[in-house]
């Protein structure tokens, strides 16, 4: 069965602390991972996407990890800030499987 | 540049009516994509059509159905609402770039059109 895994459900940290999120998956074949920001009450916003021959892509503070052949994801957030409270979602994509959601880890960045 | 707009934003439906949402995709964007979000279910993806023809569709009834029009807007209608209906429903477009397997193009998502079914 398709499935994305994502843990922890829910992560608080202190503001300039660094977190990492986990993305688990057995989806195949695989094409892409995606990994978005979600504000409460908005539409997702893109930050990284990987292809199965990339294994690292950053975006500012955001750096995602990718490890095709454990089938691994990570989302590693550095020295975070407030506006990075969100959830975070990561989607993988292959074949005809279309887009497969994981259920998003909220983070509570508190001051 | 403008983002992917979605109409209208909140709207409220009773069980048995219908709903049409709509949604148009960035400038020059002929792939738009629709997804359902709810508390206990997540993110869930709907269908995909790419120059007014479906790609893909998702798990969902046929009460589920969707078109696009010449100008890659987009449009999306569930029929005989139920309870269960009550949701975000998202869209998101993209510039259609192929991957080995599907599309790699970043998708860009509108605010959503908030559904209530009472």
């Known amino acids: 069965k398709n499935q994305v895994e994502q843990s922890p459900q829910s992560l608080i940290i202190l503001e300039g602390k660094n977190c990492t999120l986990q993305c688990n998956y057995t989806v195949s074949p695989f094409s892409n991972l995606r990994w978005y920001k979600q504000d409460t009450g908005r539409g997702p916003v893109s930050l990284t996407i990987m292809t199965f021959s990339e294994n690292t892509k950053s975006n500012g503070r955001y750096t995602a990890t990718l490890d095709a052949d454990t089938k691994q994801s990570s989302l590693h957030i550095t020295a975070s800030q407030l506006s990075d409270s969100a959830s975070y979602i990561c989607v993988v994509r292959g074949g005809t499987y279309k887009y497969i959601f994981g259920t998003g880890t909220r983070l509570k960045v508190l001051a | 540049k403008a983002g992917v707009t979605q109409t209208p934003r909140y709207l409220i439906k009773t069980r048995g009516q219908q709903v049409t949402l709509s949604c148009s995709p960035i400038s020059g964007h002929r792939s738009v994509s629709w997804y359902q979000q709810t508390p206990g279910q997540g993110l869930q993806f709907l269908f995909e059509y790419f120059s007014e023809t479906q790609r893909n569709k998702g798990n969902f009834p046929g009460r589920f159905s969707g078109r696009q029009f010449s100008n890659s807007r987009s449009e999306m209608n569930v029929s005989t609402l139920e309870l269960g209906d009550s949701a975000l429903y998202l869209c998101?477009?993209?510039?259609?770039?192929?991957?080995?397997?599907?599309?790699?193009?970043?998708?860009?998502f509108g605010e959503g059109s908030r559904l209530t079914v009472l």
């Open positions: 998101a477009s993209s510039r259609l770039r192929e991957g080995l397997y599907a599309n790699t193009g970043e998708l860009f």
